[in-house]
């Protein structure tokens, strides 16, 4: 099953994230704003992985105020996968 996410991030540098969640896994991720090097480097170690694993491991990460990117990526993937 493919079901293709975009979510409105809160509290960090970047924007928006895009994915898409195939078979349990996370596909394709891409960061609108926020610090390119480290935005990419989450999506390239992320890629492939199953979706509860990458939540698993960036949940809670904090960079400013308690929230980071790879956070919002949890949550991301976490409102991604209700209602599959």
């Not at 540098?13 to 969640?21: A, G, N, T």
């Not at 939540?55 to 308690?66: A, D, F, L, V």
Request: include cysteine.
């Amino acid at each position: 099953m493919k079901k293709h996410v975009t979510y409105k991030t809160k509290g960090v540098c970047s924007q928006m994230i895009d994915f898409d969640l195939i078979d349990g896994r996370v596909h394709n991720i891409r960061f609108t704003g926020g610090c390119r090097g480290n935005t990419q480097g989450v999506a390239a170690l992320a890629e492939g992985m199953e979706a509860e694993e990458v939540i698993r491991r960036c949940k809670g990460i904090e960079c400013r105020g308690g929230n980071s990117c790879p956070n919002q990526l949890s949550l991301a993937i976490e409102q991604g996968l209700q209602g599959e």
